[in-house]
Nanobody, 115 residues
Framework: QVQLVESGGGLVQPGGSLRLSCAAS????????MRWYRQAPGKEREYIAV???????NYATSVKGRFTISRDNAKNTVYLQMNSLKPEDTAVYYC?????????WGQGTQVTVSS
């Protein structure tokens, strides 16, 4: 079965960096588009970034120029490098894959940006 496991979250000061990882299993990872989302307290889940099988990427305006999505098909892992973090980046971050019309989500990893 499809499984997504995020890791790498934590507490970081404003201006700092974190790299999130999402380990995938249960499907042919290299064939699928992978996405990162986030959800802050009291807000709806928000799209952050996408990378397709050809490694083309796209970002939400709020993170463009600060976040970088990448993938390692040998490790079945998608990454989100987050730089110049701001307090408003505080949220639970989720990776996502859509397969046969169904959305799969990981359990999320908490990122807190605070001094």
């Amino acid at each position: 079965q499809v499984q997504l496991v995020e890791s790498g979250g934590g507490l970081v000061q404003p201006g700092g960096s974190l790299r999130l990882s999402c380990a995938a299993s249960g499907f042919t990872f290299s064939n699928y588009t992978m996405r990162w989302y986030r959800q802050a307290p009291g807000k709806e889940r928000e799209y952050i970034a996408v990378i397709n099988a050809g490694r083309n990427t796209n970002y939400a305006t709020s993170v463009k120029g600060r976040f970088t999505i990448s993938r390692d098909n040998a490790k079945n892992t998608v990454y989100l490098q987050m730089n110049s973090l701001k307090p408003e980046d505080t949220a639970v971050y989720y990776c996502n894959v859509m397969r046969f019309g169904y959305d799969y989500w990981g359990q999320g990893t908490q990122v807190t940006v605070s001094s």
